[in-house]
């Protein structure tokens, strides 16, 4: 029996836009097209046909043809309104817009189980892992106590220069906005939002909770100083931006913190992008709340 092509809309043609159409078109197998790609602006170059751009979103979203919709663009209202349209019209919805779901995470769950329609966000959270893959499927049924992890590329990678190389970090930002690991304006990561938007969504498959992002603190990495670096080199400590949520004691906390670590071990797996740890243990019985993240360490606290 021959199986269905599903047609794709996408929302937006930038890096990942462009990588996921290379994708469908070099690999054998996939019963998927790209039927028509949404853009902000027409008179910009493109590397394929023109035939398949429009600036109209309603050729994509009232398309009864059209699928799965694809949702790759930066602005987060605009993103939501894309979203919740399309679920609303019946239509399987991918996104990786992490801020636009993290903030309007209840509204777009009651708007997929209204509409009996996938909405799959893997991509938001940690993808290369995949983490949210791994909650749903391999701890469903256990009794998780929590997820710690590094869940920002461009954090890591400044604080590897930090502490390998000897960097400042005005020039390790420098280098990773020169590569493309930061963004020209790179307050979301190095003050620890794009973490934090990431820790809200793993909280709902981590714990079942659903959470507000100003709800969860966050202290990014740009508050660290040479004191703070020079005293973990003293204690052979590495730093990284570290997110964390855990059940403890009927409550649940959650936070984006610069953490220190002494171990080897750790440090190998933290220089790793979007390393997670997860731990099992037994939870207690009582109900769960929210609880205030705890504060951040002192200084002349021990590693």
């Known amino acids: 029996m021959e199986q269905k092509t ?13 990588g996921l159409y290379e994708v469908l078109n070099r690999t054998k197998g996939i019963n998927a097209r790209i039927k028509k790609i949404c853009i902000k602006d027409p008179n910009k170059p493109r590397p394929i046909d023109m035939s ?47 801020r636009m779901i993290a903030e309007n995470l209840p509204a777009l ?22 983490i949210i893959r791994n909650l749903e499927e391999y ?11 590094i869940c920002n590329g461009s954090t890591n990678y400044i604080l590897t220069k930090i502490f390998e190389e000897h960097l400042s970090f005005e020039t390790a930002l420098q ?34 909770t659903f959470v507000k992002p100003e709800e969860v603190f966050n202290f990014g990495i740009n508050h660290l100083n040479d004191f703070d670096i020079n005293f973990a080199r003293q204690r052979n400590c590495t730093i990284k931006l570290i997110a964390n949520c855990r059940r403890q004691n009927g409550s649940v906390n959650a936070y984006v913190l610069p953490t220190s670590s ?32 705890p504060a951040a360490p002192q200084p002349d606290q021990p590693c």
């Open 6 to 18: 599903i047609n794709l809309g996408i929302f937006g043609f930038g890096c990942v836009g462009q």
């Open 52 to 98: 398949y751009f429009t600036t109209d979103a309603n050729e994509i979203l009232n398309d009864p043809t059209i699928d799965v919709v694809v949702e790759l663009i930066n602005e987060t209202e605009a993103a939501f309104e894309i979203v919740s349209t399309a679920l609303r019209n019946g239509k399987a919805v991918v996104s990786a817009s992490k």
């Open 109 to 130: 769950y009651q708007l997929q189980v209204e509409n009996k329609v996938p909405f799959l966000y893997e991509a938001s959270s940690c993808a290369s892992i995949p």
């Open 139 to 149: 701890y469903d049924n256990d009794l998780l106590n929590a997820v710690e992890g």
């Open 175 to 208: 280098q990773a906005q020169d590569l493309g690991f930061a963004e020209t304006d790179p307050t979301l990561d190095v003050e620890g939002y794009d973490p934090k938007f990431k820790i809200v969504i793993l909280l709902l498959h981590a714990f079942g």
């Open 262 to 293: 002494a171990s080897t071990t750790c440090f190998m797996m933290c220089t790793t992008n979007t390393t997670v740890y997860c731990w099992n243990r037994p939870l207690p019985t009582n109900s769960s709340s929210w609880a205030k993240a």
